[in-house]
């Protein structure tokens, strides 16, 4: 999604970042003055960045100093987005990252079992006989966070073995 305004990248420099920890590192962060949703509580502060079509946004919660990623997760996910419009500075990191996770162990333990043994599993669709099975479930999502907007990606690929004898 596109940001409703989005930034300069001219307006975008090396800033530091203070990562869980207290760790310090220099990352590009994009800057920016408006009117936005904002809220402030005793953990963190809370800005919305709307995006171009008006029916999303993007709400970022920053911790306040001494304030753990955990304990702001647990106060952020139980209040309500911010309803009152102020005007402030946003300096807010440009980044990208991703996840990768292998699902099988977790298919199992919710049940589903009999794909992934040879010999039971029925992917007949596949090649017309009851040799394959599930040998692998991967997720992988990246979201990438730049002056433009957001964008998200997320695919997920089942890998399948032959069971037959050879």
């Known amino acids: 999604a596109r ?12 800033a530091p970042f203070v990562l869980d920890g207290n760790k310090l590192v220099q990352v590009p ?8 949703l904002y809220a402030e509580s005793a953990t963190h502060q ?6 171009s079509d008006g029916s999303l946004a993007m709400t970022i919660a920053l911790p306040r100093p001494g304030n753990s990623l955990a304990i702001v997760e647990a106060a952020f996910l ?18 990208e990252m991703g996840s990768r996770f292998e699902l ?7 049940g589903v079992r009999t794909v ?4 039971q599993a029925d992917l007949s669709g596949i090649d017309g006989t009851r040799d394959q099975f ?8 990246v979201i990438t966070l730049d002056e433009a907007g957001t964008e998200a990606a997320a695919a997920t690929a089942v890998l399948t073995k032959g069971g037959g004898m050879a």
């Open 3 to 14: 940001w409703d305004e989005p930034f300069m990248v001219s307006d975008t420099a090396d």
């Open 29 to 36: 962060t994009m800057n920016r003055v408006g009117s936005y």
């Open 46 to 51: 809370t800005l919305t960045l709307p995006y």
């Open 78 to 95: 139980g209040e309500p987005a911010p309803t009152a419009w102020q005007h402030v500075k946003v300096a807010l990191p440009r980044f």
């Open 104 to 110: 099988s162990e977790a298919l199992q333990a919710l």
């Open 116 to 119: 992934f043994q040879p010999g």
């Open 134 to 141: 599930v040998s692998a479930v991967i997720h992988q999502a």
